[in-house]
């Protein structure tokens, strides 16, 4: 087996991400009806076509499918724009495995890979769980509509984001292995809002707004006179007496209102930061691609920039916002909240605002969540209001994920003034009712330049991704062994980074390259994530170079027990490619009787001092019928004999191969080390087994405690001359 021969230096790679920053994706492809392949998109210095993707469905909602081009039209500003691209995607209605009323989800790997060749039906959706802005009644509500969705409307292969606008939460996972880390995140989620007092005596979040921002007089009013009736403020002022409250304010009240409106549009950006962010990790993917905002709703507020912003990350990624109210029965008719916002010219088009006539049966209540309506709608997605049973709403989410079309257009305005233009989708036949995106702002979309102390931003929305990004192979694993610090176990982060696809500039003899690496490890059950951001310097010879294998990366961490999800994201520096993988691992309990992860490798070379062979960890389970198969494995915490004071463990192996016998090695006993550690090293020459799938069933005996524990292990071998041993 050949390796690798690099000179490599790290140092440290620009200033921090976001915290918590997540990747995966499925980067498999493939087979889908009309939908196309998951490369990533190249943004140019301008964007020439806009893309809208548009839902049609029938009067009662099913979804219509098998239209074509021409029975569309798109206007834009009411011009008829040309369609010059289209796509029909309809993917296959499959259910997710289940067993009664029970999900069987499979086991995760041992191993994560970008470069697998799995055919590609998957789904991305991002649940948002608004925690800023709920309070804890509506998070209870807001977690039964998260379980609901995570274990009736996903199946096997979809991505799921599960984020926090705190940032609590920013958990991806393939389903439905892992189905029950994301119902463990939302576990510990929980609203972090204050409830209201008296009704009478609060304010609202539009009234604050219209106080502070607009000086909204007879809202103002309206307040003073509550205030007065709950005597919360004094009555007897003589300066208040001689105010015209139909052009003047009370200070009291624009006092409350300046400071409520500071936290109302603090948490507003939060939300849509949140948003963006997310959207921002998605545009990587073509496709059409699901946000779902859980939460209570926000105000519109034309003068919080953010909101933009989001309109125009979900056009460059092509993901529809669903919001989902979670307040609850009494807060109007769905169908009259997004009429409501229909008829507004919230962005000045026209610079006219129109209510309904049926706009007195609106209560407040659609004013305190028009901001997150007007998102879902400006998106190409809808709302579910006024309820206490999502599971309609959320069906339907689902529903329009699996059928849509793809629609490009060369805007005939081809002015980027960053004004916003109003888009109408119409289909030539009856009865089919369409949604699309309601409009965009025509911004410059060109991918701004890295500044110092900035990390780029395709390193960003590859690491805010909930797929991975296979513009550079990566394969992943985690090994964990002894306790290093007090209630810690050391854990080895190993990564093979493929060097096929870099670009290398040849300098005196040497290919001369750089990776920029950024690696997140997050806890499921909570705690501060462990980051890593470096620039690893490569330079190959002329022979390493031409087999073009892999690097090995390595990092040595130190964990509390618990499940983790490690992200990796690297970049080509002097290319520009990208690639992110994620593997999720358990470091177990630290107290009592364990076996630490077993070390399967095909690479031990010879310590020239020592003489004894040096296993290198590595991150795959395949392995050419070539060289010797190394398994080494650890026991730790056995219960000690009295009379000896060691530990007696015996160990013992089954290989099977296709579920048949091929090696067996009867239980004995290992002998402890000289500080009474328990290991051993075994292997086997991988020429004698045929390629194939095997499966290592090793087990463990503590005589002393009489406890038995076993641990199985899956391995294929490949044929070495049909893959050759290059990159191994």
């Known amino acids: 087996m050949q390796r690798s021969r690099l000179a490599v230096s790290s140092s440290l790679l620009l200033a921090t991400i976001l915290a918590s920053t997540v990747v995966a994706q499925d980067a498999s492809r493939g087979n889908r009806t009309g939908a196309a392949a998951a490369a ?24 219509i499918v098998g239209l074509k081009k021409d029975d569309f039209l798109i206007t834009e500003d009411g011009r008829p724009q040309a369609i010059t691209s289209f796509e029909a995607v309809e993917l296959p209605a499959a259910p997710a495995v289940r067993s009664g009323s029970a999900l069987l989800p499979p086991q995760a790997p041992p191993v994560s890979a970008n470069t697998t060749n799995e055919v590609r039906t998957a789904r ?23 379980d609901s969705f995570i274990k009736r409307s996903t199946r096997e292969s979809d991505r799921v984001l599960l984020a926090a606008t705190s940032g609590r939460a920013w958990w991806s996972a393939r389903m439905e292995s892992g189905r029950d880390d994301l119902l463990t995140q939302l ?123 989001v309109i125009s990350a979900s056009r460059r990624a092509n993901a529809a916002v669903y919001f989902v109210d979670v307040r609850g029965l009494g807060v109007g008719n769905e169908q009259l909240f997004q009429a409501h916002y229909e008829n507004q010219d ?8 129109r209510a309904p006539a049926t706009s007195m049966q609106l209560s407040e209540d659609w ?36 059928a849509y079309y793809l629609l490009g257009y060369t805007p005939k305005n081809s002015s980027w003034d960053g004004k916003y233009r109003k888009i109408e989708v119409k289909v030539s036949r009856k009865g089919i009712n369409v949604r699309a995106r309601r ?10 330049g890295v500044q110092p102390g900035e990390t780029p931003v395709d390193v960003r929305r590859a690491a805010n991704a909930p797929f991975e990004v296979d513009g550079i192979g990566l394969r992943a694993a985690a090994y964990s062994f002894a306790n290093t610090k007090p209630g810690q176990a050391r854990v080895d982060f190993v990564a093979d980074i493929e060097l096929r696809k870099l670009a290398f500039e040849k300098i005196d003899e040497r290919y001369v390259g750089a990776l920029d690496i950024l690696l997140n490890v997050v806890r499921r059950e909570g705690g501060k994530p ?52 994620m593997h999720d691992f358990e470091v177990p309990a630290l107290d009592g009787w364990r076996v630490a992860s077993t070390v399967l490798t095909d690479v031990a070379p010879i310590d020239p001092q020592t003489g ?52 067996r090695s009867e239980t004995a006993l290992i002998p402890p080390g000289p500080a009474g550690q328990v290991g051993r090293v075994f292997g086997w020459s991988l020429a004698s087994l045929a390629p194939g799938s095997y499966d290592l069933i090793l087990s463990f005996v503590d005589e002393v405690a009489g406890q038995r524990k076993e641990v199985r292990e899956s391995f294929t071998v490949v044929d070495a001359a049909r893959v050759g041993t290059s990159g191994q």
């Open 612 to 663: 004894q062979p040096q296993l290198v960890l590595v991150p795959r389970r395949e392995f050419p019928n070539a060289g010797t198969l190394v398994c080494s494995v650890q026991v730790y915490g056995a219960r000690l004999d009295e009379g000896s004071g060691a530990p007696r463990v015996a160990q013992g192996y089954t290989l099977l191969r296709d579920g048949a016998e091929v090696k």
């Open 187 to 309: 576990g510990r989620l929980d609203g972090l809002r204050r409830p209201e007092g008296s009704p009478k005596e609060s304010m609202s979040d539009y009234e604050a707004m219209q106080i502070a921002q607009y000086q909204d007089y007879q809202i103002c009013e309206r307040v003073r006179r509550r205030f007065l009736m709950e005597k919360v403020m004094p009555e007897g002022n003589p300066d208040l007496k001689k105010m015209d409250f139909l052009t003047s304010c009370d200070p009291l009240v624009d006092a409350r209102a300046r400071e409520l409106y500071t936290g109302v549009a603090d948490r507003t950006r939060t939300t849509l930061a949140t948003l963006e962010r997310i959207m921002d990790g998605m545009a990587l993917a073509r496709g059409r691609k699901t946000v779902i905002l859980v939460s209570s709703g926000f105000v519109f507020d034309k003068e919080i920039e953010e909101a933009r912003r």
């Open 124 to 146: 991305s959706f991002a649940l948002l769980f608004d925690d800023v802005e709920m309070t804890a009644a509506q998070a209870q509500r807001a977690r039964e509509v998260v």
């Open 439 to 448: 409009g965009y702002f025509a911004t410059n979309q060109a991918t701004p």
């Open 367 to 402: 004013y305190e969540a028009a901001g997150a309506v007007g998102i879902a709608a400006d998106t190409g997605g809808f709302s579910v209001h006024n309820t206490n049973d999502f599971g309609a709403g959320l069906a339907r989410i689902a529903d329009e994920s699996r």
């Open 530 to 581: 462990t980051y890593v951001s470096e620039t690893i310097n490569l330079k190959l010879r002329p022979e390493t170079h031409g087999q073009a294998g892999y690097y090995p990366y390595r990092k040595v961490l130190d964990l509390d027990p618990g499940h983790y999800q490690a992200r990796l994201v690297v970049r080509d520096h002097q290319g520009g490619r990208v690639g992110s993988v």
């Open 346 to 353: 919230f962005w000045g088009t026209t610079g006219e605002t």
């Open 40 to 63: 990533p998109p190249s943004f140019e210095a301008q964007v020439e076509v806009v893309t809208v993707d548009v839902v049609a469905a029938s009067k009662d909602g099913a979804a």
